[in-house]
Structures are given as structure tokens and as C-alpha cells.
């Protein structure tokens, strides 16, 4: 019989994320060796914004997204959002809520970075950006990696 068992920690959502240009990160299995660390954006979420999910499709595909909230709209933000738009293809790195490093995307299938300038209804609301990445149909979902900054 095959069996899940529960796992004693188990902590839910996306704590960090990188965006790393294909050409930037090198992956051997759940190695992942950066090559180049000029071009890679750290985006940093807002607490409770950041999630993965992997869907599977037809054929062995997965749907694959990561979606996350960050703050600010200053001219900082602007200028490096605005370059994740002209770039658009990445590879994600990901820590997860339980210390985990996770890999989404691949040299062939990169996820693609969309995103969306908020400013919200009240003086309450945040100034923020929804971004995403997103994968259509990969045949590989996330991994989990070695941490890649070492």
C-alpha cells in the first residue's frame, strides 16, 4: 500500500522570489548553480501574498503560477518592474514557508512575468504591484533546489 504521510512541518505560502533570467542559472538535478547574479530581481512580498500553484492538464502538462503582492510604486519599483516586463521570460526561485528552496520553470518552458500597478480604493490601501509568473503547459513542475545564493 502506498501511503502520504503528514508531514510535521508544513507552513504554507511563498516567503522570497527570484526572478532569474534562463541564461543566469545553471541545473543539474536539484542543483542550481547562478552563473551570472546581475540580472536576477529579488521580489519581496507582502506577508500572505505569495503562493505556487501547479496544476495538472491533458498529456502530463502542468499549468504553473506564482502570484505575489509587492509594495511600492516609486521610481525604484517602477524601473526594475518595468524591466521584468520587457525581459518577461524567467526561471522562479522560491522559498517556501517551510525553509525550502523550490526551482519553477526550465530553459524550454521559462514562466512569464506579467504585472499589474495598484494604488486601491482608500487612503487604507496599499500602493502595490500584482505580478505573476506563468507557465501554460510545462512538463516539469517546480523542484526543489539546493539554496542557490550560497
Same mark, same amino acid.
Given at each position: 500500500m502506498k501511503q502520504i504521510t503528514k508531514q510535521a512541518e508544513n507552513?504554507?505560502?511563498i516567503l522570497r522570489i527570484w526572478a532569474i533570467p534562463p541564461g543566469d542559472i545553471s541545473v543539474s538535478g536539484n542543483i542550481a548553480t547562478i552563473i551570472n547574479s546581475a540580472n536576477i530581481v529579488n521580489l519581496?512580498?507582502?506577508e500572505g501574498s505569495g503562493s505556487l500553484t501547479e496544476e495538472s492538464i491533458a498529456g502530463g502538462a502542468y499549468k504553473i503560477g506564482v502570484e505575489a503582492t509587492v509594495t @511600492?510604486? +516609486?521610481?525604484?519599483s517602477m524601473a526594475i518592474i518595468g524591466e521584468l516586463n520587457?525581459?518577461?521570460?524567467?526561471?522562479?526561485?522560491?522559498?517556501? @514557508?517551510? +525553509?525550502?528552496y523550490r526551482l519553477a520553470g526550465t530553459d524550454t518552458v521559462p514562466l512569464r512575468f506579467s504585472s499589474k500597478r495598484l494604488t486601491g480604493s482608500s487612503a487604507a490601501s496599499l500602493c502595490h504591484f500584482a505580478v505573476s509568473f506563468v507557465a501554460k503547459a510545462s512538463k516539469q513542475q517546480s523542484i526543489f533546489i539546493n539554496c542557490p545564493f550560497a
Open positions: 507552513m504554507g505560502g519581496c512580498p507582502t @511600492g510604486d +516609486g521610481a525604484d520587457r525581459k518577461v521570460k524567467f526561471l522562479v526561485v522560491l522559498l517556501d @514557508g517551510n +525553509g525550502r
